[in-house]
C-alpha cells in the first residue's frame, strides 16, 4: 500500500518520513491484527498498516468503530502483539512497554480510594521514581490543567472533565515523549469535550509530545491534528493520510471556515467510500 499525504485538496507526494529517519518515533510497516472469534473464526481488524510519526507530532486518527484504530494503539503501547508486520519505537523493534509512553483511555479510570493527588502520582510508585520530587511536578500539572485546589478531593468529588483532566495529568507525570489518547473525550458533554480539545492543545504547545490520539470526531481530528490519518472500514486500512496547514494557535472559529470544511469534506469522503490511495 503506498500512502499520500494531501495538502490544500492536491495529494502531496509519498510519505515524507521513512524509517531510518532520525526524526521518526514509531513506525509500522506491514501490520495486520487478527483476532480470533470461535473455534474457527477470525476477524481481520488491521490490514497492512504503513505510518511513521515524528518527534513532537500531534496525529490523530479517525474512522468508522471497529476499523482498528484503538488496534493500533494498543499495538504502539505494547499491550497486544500484531499478527504480521513489525513496528519500531525510536529506530528499534516495539516488543515491550515503554516508560517513554504514556497512556490516556476513553475513561479516567482514577482509582476510588486515592485522592486526585496519589492517582496522578500512580505511574511514579509503579515505576519506583521519588515520590518527592515527583509531587512538585504533580502539583505543575494539577494547576496547568485548572485543578488546583482539588488534589485531595476524591474523584467521585470531582466532574467527568475534570477526571479526565486528573487522567492527562497520571499520563504526563513522568514525562514521556509519547502520548496515546484513545477517545478520552468521547463520555464527555460537547462542551466539556471542546473545552478539553482546546486544553490539550494548550498542554501540547507548552510541552511538547508526540501524540497519538484516536477520536470519531471529525471536527475534533482536524483541529487538534498536524496530519489526519483515515481509516476505511474493517479491515481497517489507512485510506488517506491529510496534512492540516491550518495556523497555530487552534479556535473553535476555525471550524466555520472554508478551508476546514473542505478538509472535513474530504475525510468523510475517504471514511464513507473506504477508498485508499
Known sequence: MTVQYHSN???????????????VIIAAEG???????????????????????????????????????STFLKMVACLIQ????????????????????GIVFQDAVLLPWRTVIDNVLLPVEILDLPRT????????????VGLTGFENRMPNELSGGMQQRAAICRAL????????????????????REELGLELLRIWETDRKTILFVT?????AILLADRVVVMTPRPGRIARIIDIELARPRALEMEFTTEFKAYSDEVRSFIYTGRET
Open 82 to 101: 500484531p499478527s504480521a508486520g513489525t513496528l519500531q519505537l525510536n529506530g528499534a523493534p516495539l516488543v515491550a512497554p515503554s516508560r517513554d509512553v
Open 9 to 23: 485538496n492536491a495529494a502531496s507526494g509519498l510519505d515524507r518520513k521513512a524509517e531510518g529517519d532520525p526524526d
Open 31 to 69: 501490520v495486520h491484527m487478527v483476532y480470533p472469534v470461535g473455534k474457527n473464526e477470525t476477524i481481520v481488524a488491521l490490514e497492512d498498516v504503513k505510518l511513521t510519526v515524528g518527534a513532537n507530532e500531534f496525529l490523530t486518527l479517525v474512522g468508522p468503530s471497529g476499523c482498528g484504530k
Open 173 to 192: 507525570i513522568h514525562n514521556p515523549s509519547i502520548l496515546l489518547m484513545d477517545e478520552p473525550f468521547a463520555a464527555l458533554d460537547a462542551m466539556t
Open 216 to 220: 470519531h470526531s471529525i471536527p475534533e
Open 133 to 144: 520530587e515527583y509531587h512538585a511536578r504533580a502539583m505543575e500539572l494539577l494547576d496547568l
